[in-house]
């Protein structure tokens, strides 16, 4: 399993540790480039991103049954490996959605709607902006504020909040260029549209989650627009849920090329 992070996130923080082992899987989660210890890539898009991955699946030997997960920011990424067939079913979970989509506009943050249009209008000046202005730290204090209660209860416990500051701060490692290319791939066109992606999509996302960035209706939209997804809104849950639910997320993924059940327990 591919582990798409989200925005400005090393991979140093994963998710499920404790679950793949007994699940027989292989979590591996992919610095992007400008991010953590890759190398930056100026020109960085989601096509160059697909190369990327297709040459590092090259290097441990293509293997057969690989799937991808998309935390936040990451969801475009991931479904840009699954646009172009590089893996076989994907995880969305709290995931950035197509915001630039008509039929979410009316739901937008004011200063979402405004991020979205300078992305697709100005990308350059956008883009140049926040890599001039966004730090690690900067970054941590938009994510608390925009998470609810349930989210802000793990994000500041210990250990977990202190591995979550110091994936940043490896994120950020090179300066925030690397950052700031990939809000504008994020907000940009999508590499393929929704409607052609063919494989499975599963969607996960908190009722609780009350970040303005992920998707405004919950991925209802989204999974409408995917030909093969399954929606999962669980109420009690927050953007967090990609931890506190991780085995079920890693359990279903699994079964669409195991052929195993989908049930979580």
Known sequence: MLFCTGA???????????????LSLRLIAIDRPGLGASDAHPGKTLASWVEDTRQLL?????????????????APFALALAGRELV???????????LAWPALAPRLHPDVAAMVRAARQEPEGFEQSFAGMATAD???????????????????SEPFGSAYQRCLRE??????????RDLVNALGPWLVAPERISVKVDLWYGGLDTSTVHSPDFGATLAARLPN???TVEPQEGGSILWTRARDILVRLKSHVSGGTSAVR
């Open 8 to 22: 400005a996130m090393s991979g140093s923080l994963g998710f499920g540790e404790n679950h793949l082992a007994a």
């Open 88 to 98: 076989k079913a994907v995880a969305i979970v709290s995931g950035q959605d197509d």
């Open 171 to 180: 994120g950020f490692s090179q300066g925030a260029r690397g950052y700031a």
């Open 138 to 156: 900067g970054l941590w204090q938009l994510i608390l504020g925009m998470s609810g209660e349930r989210d802000r209860a793990l994000y500041q």
């Open 229 to 231: 997804a399954t929606l």
């Open 58 to 74: 090259s290097a441990l030997g293509s293997p057969r049954d690989v799937t991808a997960v998309g935390f936040s920011q990451g």
